[in-house]
C-alpha cells in the first residue's frame, strides 16, 4: 500500500487492496530485493464481452495497478509481475484475456504493455480523477 501511495496518483483504500488479496491471491503479487518489497501487482478477475473475435462472454484478467519503486525501476521487475500475473490468471482462474487502463501519457508503461503482447482497443476520456484519458490495452491469454 507504502508504494501506491508514494508512486501513483491513484490511491486505494486498504480494504480494496485486502479484498483483491483475498479473492485473487494468484494475481496479487510483490516483487522483493533483500527482503524488501519493491513493486507489487494487484488484479481481479471479471467475466465479460471478449475483443479479438473470441466471442461471447469469458473470464478476463483486469490489471487493476502495479508499480515499483523508482530506485528498482528499468531492472525488468514491473515485466516479470505482468507476465506472472498473467500466466496465473490463464492457469488458476481460466482467464482467455487481460486488459489494463493506463494514462496516456505514461510513455514507459504504454511500451512495456505492448512488449508484453497489448494493443490499444481505446481510449477512455476523463478517466482518471484528474480529467486525464487513459488506453484501455488487451491482449489474449494463452
Request: glycine share 10%.
Amino acid at each position: 500500500m507504502e508504494i501506491n501511495r508514494t508512486c501513483l496518483p491513484e490511491n486505494y483504500t486498504d480494504f480494496f487492496f485486502v479484498d483483491l488479496f483475498e479473492r485473487f491471491p494468484e494475481t496479487f503479487l510483490v516483487a522483493e530485493e533483500d527482503g524488501q518489497v519493491v513493486g507489487y501487482i494487484m488484479c481481479r478477475i471479471e467475466t465479460g464481452f471478449a475483443n479479438f473475435g473470441l466471442g461471447g462472454l469469458i473470464k478476463k484478467g483486469h490489471v487493476v495497478s502495479v508499480a515499483v519503486v523508482h530506485e528498482h525501476r528499468r531492472k525488468g521487475i514491473g515485466e516479470a509481475l505482468v507476465f506472472k500475473a498473467m500466466e496465473n490468471m490463464q492457469v488458476y482462474y481460466g482467464a482467455k484475456q487481460c486488459f489494463l487502463e493506463v494514462r496516456v501519457t505514461n510513455d514507459s508503461a504504454i511500451a512495456l504493455y505492448k512488449k508484453l503482447g497489448f494493443e490499444i482497443t481505446k481510449t477512455i476520456y476523463g478517466y482518471y480523477a484528474d480529467g486525464e484519458n487513459a488506453y484501455l490495452m488487451t491482449r489474449k491469454l494463452g
